[in-house]
């Protein structure tokens, strides 16, 4: 939890600006649970979400795949979601 401003928008501040609009974001939290990352097939707000606690297997994969992907640089980010 970050004390001034959320995941969510420093997301959307990386997307806006055009020289970092690439670089992949992977949520790691504690506030969105894992029932809730699945119920959205592991993404919220066009970003990838990965619920604590996680095993370095899973964060392996998930990087991996966050990197393969081709970059959307208009995804918007979902102000609702807030990650740690």
Do not use: C, Y
Not at 53 to 78: F, K, T, Y
């Amino acid at each position: 939890i970050m004390p001034d401003v959320d995941g969510g928008r420093v997301a959307e501040e990386l997307k806006a600006d055009a020289e970092l609009r690439k670089i992949p974001v992977i949520f790691l939290t504690a506030i969105v649970s894992r029932d809730e990352v699945q119920t959205h097939a592991g993404s919220i707000g066009g970003q990838l979400f990965i619920a604590k606690p996680v095993s370095m297997e899973e964060m392996l994969a998930s990087i991996e795949r966050q990197i393969r992907q081709p970059s959307d640089s208009g995804a918007a980010v979902n102000g609702a979601a807030r990650a740690s």
